[in-house]
């Protein structure tokens, strides 16, 4: 017999000697729908997540809205009708203000910011404390730049342009900070928005990065683009999972889950950038794209810096979150500063981290 016939045979009599470890499955929806690209993040989680736990774990995953609407994703993990969740964290604020800070900022953090606070800054148990309270775990596995800004038919070129207009805005500190720029928010589900632009319900609407929103069809019933956007300067996405399915899952398997989660954190952020650029240009030819000035964008980001510590300090777990985001930002601008240009993005004049400080004890 030789060495390698020897090492199979000593293989299959472990195998058939030992007891048989059944494969888990399970079900996971998300919150986007297939005709938004948001989705492909989660199907690229889904994909890695099956391959590396061949044998121990199988998700099936369903479009959203086949299983649950969009708004009760939270739900059906939480009490474990399905074992996992696709979502943007903002959009469960209304339970508890700290989901806002870590799903998107207002003109705070950018894409990188989020990766680098997550995995060594201490975000990724931040995330897990706050969705721990109600059961689950929580893996990000999605990133995105900074949204796309407002689509609208008439232009908004500066602040005077924003007085009276109802903007669709998704986000807690967002609505507030465009109602002290003089707009007026208007909440709706994605799905909602292009049936509203085109029936003037709204003036005007952001959602997400060019991509998505090309995918959205707002190219068809807007004329005008304002641009950046300010109120997201970054998001997060993640999945939440059941806490009672992952403690069943072995070691080994969950760490095959956070591997996955990593790798398409990582994939989406180029992947995005990538689509987003392809989007930009097919936008510039359907549309007339403005941008705010600088002294426009540094009077928002005054005004975003007050609203910040105004709603962290209504809320301890959002404080918490905010403090440790300028910490993080305090922390890293010895270095990105020193470094400038050739560093990742820049060091926002933020919210003062006393204040927060202050608010989180």
């Known amino acids: 017999m030789t060495f390698k016939s020897t090492v199979l045979a000593a293989a299959a009599a472990a195998t058939f000697a030992g007891p048989a470890l059944a494969q888990e499955s399970w079900t996971m929806t998300t919150t986007w729908p297939s005709s938004l690209e ?40 939480e009490s474990g009708t399905v074992q996992a969740g696709g979502d943007w964290p903002g959009y469960w604020a209304g339970r508890d203000a700290a989901f806002s800070p870590l799903a998107t900022t207002a003109s705070l953090f ?6 680098n606070w997550i995995q060594q800054w201490g975000g990724a148990e931040l995330y897990n404390e706050i969705y721990g309270q109600y059961g689950m775990v929580y893996l990000p596995y999605g990133v995105t730049n900074n949204e796309s800004g407002f689509r609208t038919n008439e232009p908004i070129r500066n602040l005077d342009d924003l007085q009276g207009k109802r903007l669709r805005l998704s986000g807690l500190e967002q609505g507030k900070l ?25 003036d005007g609407a952001e959602f997400s990065t060019p ?17 950046p956007g300010w109120h997201q300067s970054a998001s997060i996405f993640g999945v939440m999972i059941n806490k009672s399915a992952w403690d069943a899952l072995s070691p080994e398997t969950q760490e095959k889950l956070q591997i996955a989660a990593d ?33 426009t964008l540094a009077k928002v980001q005054e005004m975003a810096n007050e609203v910040i510590v105004e709603t962290a300090c209504a809320n301890p777990n959002s404080a918490k979150v905010y403090l440790s985001m300028v910490e993080y930002l305090e922390d890293y601008a010895q270095w990105r500063d020193a ?7 820049r060091t926002p004049a933020g919210p003062d981290a006393a ?7």
């Open 355 to 361: 204040a927060l400080r202050d608010c989180a004890q």
């Open 211 to 227: 991509n998505v929103d090309w995918s959205a069809g707002f190219q068809q019933v807007t004329q005008y683009w304002a641009t």
């Open 38 to 77: 948001l989705i492909e993040t989660d199907k690229k989680f889904v994909e890695l997540a099956n391959k590396l736990t061949q044998g121990e774990l199988s998700i099936e995953f369903f479009e959203g809205g086949s299983l649950v609407p969009a708004g009760e994703v939270f739900g059906a993990v």
């Open 263 to 295: 790798a398409t954190l990582l994939w989406s952020l180029a992947f995005t950038e990538k689509r987003a650029t392809e989007a930009y240009a097919q936008f510039d030819e359907a549309v007339e794209i403005n941008r705010y000035d600088d002294e």
């Open 178 to 202: 465009l109602e002290q720029l003089g707009g007026n928010q208007v909440s709706m589900a994605g799905g909602e928005i292009y049936q509203s632009l085109e029936r003037g319900v709204i």
């Open 339 to 345: 470094s400038a240009p050739f560093n990742l993005g």
């Open 110 to 115: 950018n894409a990188v910011d989020y990766v």
